[in-house]
């Protein structure tokens, strides 16, 4: 079916089949942010194509009117040759366009064989449509290999088969390209790997693949040809063959990369964070955090890799005060924290033990807030800021415009709105207000998330001299390339718990993967043991 | 989904946008009184000079408006900590059992000067009181504050009826009122402190308590905008999950915001029994409790605003009661439905002429720059 689409169209233009997806001279602004200007792109069909750009460069915004979120205010989409008008998701589907987004779009309650023909029932008894599903899913997993059990319930698969589930969807709706938004972000390496053979076996059944993504190695592994994207406009085609990982970046950010220096030579000091035994439930009784113990000494960072949901928030969270924990204890420079003995943030504050937030967007921020109050955020009680009753409004103006100025964040205006900043500029600010008061202990979670690759480059070097200066970071990311680039010694959380503890010099990735997955030998062997 | 990227200036949504709204309720109006055969112009022109045609008018406009003033800041100051506080009516109905308790207590022995402090303190405390078990419910129980303050409205009533029919009552008297307070539970009428000065205006129920209700809008803001307890309370407002990782306790920050708002619509007694009636009596709030939902909403929860619409509140009421009476085919229900109309324009539709204006203005915005492109 989808070879035969294209050769029709391909037969009615000249000798060679048009490409998939042409966009030419597409152009998007937003008010004043000029989103996408005078795009042109094609992918040829039946390949995979990557497009990489820093956050902010127009990538979302390019699919989202290529899926139909958004109208173009100018140019033209051809599909197979044909120009089209893509107003809706609907009008996509029509022309054999599937996404998968970021976030699953998923009923967490039904099962995968609901979710597939969620939209695309006929009539109004569902069984019919049921049957001809379940053949339909039959037919697809002999074709393209993708298994996933048609009665299980979504919430109860792990995140990559949710993901399978829905690219299933968008195959069962008979999409011939499939846009794919920064799939890997919640996969393990091992889970990722599984994606990457499912894509190409899509991709030798005739399917056009366009990868969304910020992680250069995913494009170097997998795609035929890849678009960069700076600033809203496509800055270079080139071959996946004749390019590099280096020339990807330097296009991305439009300049040279330097690579920090980790001096990992250094010898840690006193332990200001020691964690023993501490266990916590959520409010429905599942324990997030199982019986973790380890210690985090000044001068030193203590990376906790992990895949995103495996405890390693609830634990940021428990440290910093904002949740209660169930057993167990900790020492937080000087002060013991147990169960009958609880913290709030505000004490954990006045300790000097800070912490930047995983979710900037809802903890870290107030995003209607201008930045300048977001920029005391935790702060608000302090003497310094307070003037009799009122609080200091210039005072905190002026602090935060040095803050700003300081971090580097663009633009220097306090009285902007803290939505209205970029995700990198959003992210400068927590850590500007956080790494200000000078803490002995810095919790910080995952600093560089949705982060553009010159604010990573500016945060690593904040977090790393922080370390120089003697402050001791818990870092949690899911990104096992942060983790690696900073960390002096990695914990790997899985399930609540910690399986795994090894120095950050000379890690290796394909362990640290196998212990997110806890895959290694002696865990599978525990695992059957119980 | 375009013109919701476009970054709209402040003026153009709290300015004109309230304008856009009153004008679509006033042309439904105006077609409504069109088909009861009357002249639409007419009748505004008789709302406006019953609003404000003669001291006695203006008297009465803003009377009404200082009622509409504390609720209106009571619902917008729930509002700012995300809580929806549909009790004013029941908070100043009780507000104003504080205040009827506390002068038939004192207005034997007190002056004035001292019984002040005690009925804005009695209001404060009762109204304040009947907003706390709503809030602690909401803050510590899970119970929904919408739900909880509705349902304290109908308590209130059937208290205050218990209360006046068999506890307070004066005796031999044949309505459920108390006795009258003694002139030192009195707040002057405006047309005595403007006869102290020698201004002769002619008499209405404007009172003292006008000046209060300004002063409560400054302090107000003062609250919300300039103090770090009112960062707090936006912080709750904007994200309960900033706040508790900010070392706020969302929990107190929302039982504080309930007692400030109740103990504000505590203040309509104050207009109501101290400055006017003079006596304790049932179903004095006459609903001004819940015309605040509107007023707060529709001057966007902030104290400027609130004054302007509590003003509008205040023309409707009068001039509405001026146009039924003069107007034979405009009974007073139909006074009723305009107010109403306002109140669904304003209250309930609020931002659906925001999308249009906006449009509207992007649409103009852009010609001018071309335009002035163009010329360059």
Redesign the interface.
């Known amino acids: 079916m989808i070879a035969s689409a294209s050769q029709v169209s391909g037969s009615i233009a000249q000798g060679d089949p048009p490409p998939a997806i042409e966009l030419r001279g597409i152009d998007k602004r937003?008010?004043?942010v000029h989103a996408n200007r005078n795009v042109d792109l094609r992918v040829a069909a039946g390949t995979i194509h990557g497009i990489v750009g820093e956050n902010g460069a127009g990538k979302s915004t390019l699919m989202s009117i290529l899926y139909g979120f958004?109208?173009a205010d100018a140019g033209e989409i051809r599909i197979n040759g044909r120009p089209l008008q893509i107003r809706s998701a609907n009008d996509a589907l029509q022309a054999g366009i599937g996404m998968v987004h970021q976030h699953f779009m998923l009923v967490d309650t039904f099962s995968v064989l609901e979710n597939v023909m969620l939209g695309a029932e006929s009539g109004a008894v569902l069984s019919r449509s049921k049957t001809l599903a379940r053949r339909e899913l039959e037919r697809l997993e002999q074709d393209y290999g993708l298994r996933v059990d048609p009665d299980a319930v979504v919430e109860e698969l792990p995140v990559g088969e949710q993901q399978r589930a829905e690219i299933l969807k968008s195959l069962y709706r008979g999409a011939e390209i499939l846009i794919l938004d920064e799939p890997t972000g919640v996969l393990t390496p091992q889970e990722s790997d599984q994606l990457f053979e499912i894509l190409r076996s899509l991709k030798e059944r005739g399917v056009t693949i366009l990868l969304i993504t910020h992680k250069l190695r995913e494009i170097m592994d997998l795609t035929d040809f890849v678009s960069v994207m700076r600033q809203g406009e496509i800055v270079a085609h080139r071959r996946t063959s004749e390019t590099d990982q280096k020339e990807l970046a330097e296009l991305m950010v439009g300049r040279s990369i330097e690579q920090h220096d980790v001096n990992r030579s250094h010898t840690p000091g006193e332990a200001v964070l020691a964690v023993k035994n501490v266990s916590m439930r959520d409010a429905k009784g599942v324990t997030r955090v199982d019986d973790v113990s380890f210690e985090v000494r000044a001068g030193e960072i203590v990376g906790i890799a992990g895949v995103a949901g495996n405890g390693q928030t609830e634990l940021l969270e428990l440290l910093?005060?904002?949740r209660p924990l169930d057993s167990g204890s900790f020492h937080a420079n000087g002060r013991q924290v147990t169960p009958q003995n609880p913290c709030?943030?505000?004490d954990m504050?006045r300790l000097h033990v800070n912490?930047v937030?995983e979710?900037r967007h809802?903890?870290?921020?107030?995003?209607?807030?201008l930045a300048s109050?977001s920029s005391?955020?935790?702060y608000?009680?302090r003497g310094r800021i307070?003037k009799g009753?009122?609080?200091d409004?210039p005072l905190i103006i002026k602090d935060c415009a040095e803050m700003m100025r300081v971090f580097d964040v663009r633009p220097v205006d306090p009285m902007l709105r803290s939505s209205n900043f970029s995700g990198g500029n959003q992210q400068k600010i927590v850590l500007a207000r956080e790494m200000d008061k000078e803490p002995t202990l810095l919790l910080v979670g995952q600093p560089t998330r949705g982060v553009d690759v010159g604010a990573i480059e500016f945060i690593h070097g904040q977090l790393l001299s922080m370390r120089d200066r003697g402050c001791a970071i818990l870092l949690v990311s899911v990104e096992l390339d942060e983790i690696l680039a900073l960390s002096d010694r990695i914990l790997v959380m899985f399930e609540g718990r910690i399986v795994g503890d090894v120095a950050g010099a000379g890690a290796d990735k394909k362990q640290l993967g196998l212990l997110m997955a806890n895959a290694s030998p002696d865990a599978a062997e525990s695992e059957a043991v119980s | 989904?375009?013109a919701s990227?476009?970054?709209v200036p402040a003026w153009v949504t709290i300015g004109v946008v309230p304008v856009v709204n009153i004008a679509m309720a006033l042309f439904l109006s105006g077609l409504i009184i069109l088909l009861i055969g009357e002249n639409p112009i007419d009748a505004v022109q008789l709302i406006f000079i019953g609003a404000f045609g003669y001291d006695e008018a203006i008297g009465y406009t803003l009377y009404y408006t200082t009622n509409f003033i504390f609720t209106g800041l009571a619902v917008a100051i729930a509002f700012h900590a995300m809580l929806f506080n549909i009790g004013g009516e029941g908070q100043a109905y009780i507000g104003g059992l504080g205040i009827g308790l506390a002068i038939l207590a004192f207005d034997h022995t007190l002056p004035f000067w001292l019984m002040l402090p005690i009925m804005l303190s009695a209001g404060a405390l009762f109204g304040a009181a009947w907003a706390f078990i709503p809030a602690w419910a909401q803050a510590y129980r899970g119970s929904h504050i919408v739900i909880t303050t509705i349902m304290f409205n109908f308590i209130a009533s059937a208290l205050m009826v218990y209360l006046l029919v068999n506890v307070l009552v004066e005796p031999g008297n044949m309505s459920p009122e108390t006795r009258e307070f003694l002139p030192s539970g009195h707040l002057p009428f405006m047309h005595e402190v403007f006869a102290w000065f020698g201004i002769a205006i002619t008499k209405s129920p404007l009172n003292i308590s006008i000046f209060w209700a300004l002063i409560c809008c400054v302090l107000l803001w003062?609250y919300i905008w300039?103090?770090?307890w009112g960062?707090?309370l936006?912080?709750v407002g904007?994200?309960e999950?900033?706040a508790?990782?900010?070392?706020?306790r969302p929990q107190r920050v929302i039982v504080i915001t309930m007692c400030i708002s109740g103990a504000l619509a505590g203040f309509v007694g104050i207009n109501e029994l101290a400055g006017v009636q003079h006596r304790l009596l049932l179903n004095f709030t006459a609903g001004y409790g819940f015309t605040g939902i509107a007023v707060s909403l529709m001057g966007r929860n902030h104290p400027l605003g609130i004054v302007l619409a509590s003003l509008l509140f205040g023309i409707l009421y009068q001039g509405g009661a001026e146009l039924a009476f003069e107007m034979p085919k405009i009974s007073r229900e139909m006074v009723v439905t305009i107010q109403g109309l306002v109140i669904l324009f304003s209250g309930a539709l609020a931002y659906m002429s925001e999308p249009w204006v906006a449009r509207a203005y992007t649409f103009v915005a852009l010609g001018l720059t071309q335009q002035r492109a163009g010329e360059a």
């Open positions: 937003f008010g004043e958004y109208e910093s005060g904002i709030s943030p505000k504050r912490h937030p979710d809802r903890l870290g921020l107030v995003m209607p807030f109050e005391i955020l935790g608000q009680d307070n009753l009122a609080l409004y | 989904m375009k990227h476009v970054s003062f300039r103090t770090r960062y707090a936006r912080t904007h994200s999950r900033a508790v990782y900010a070392g706020i």
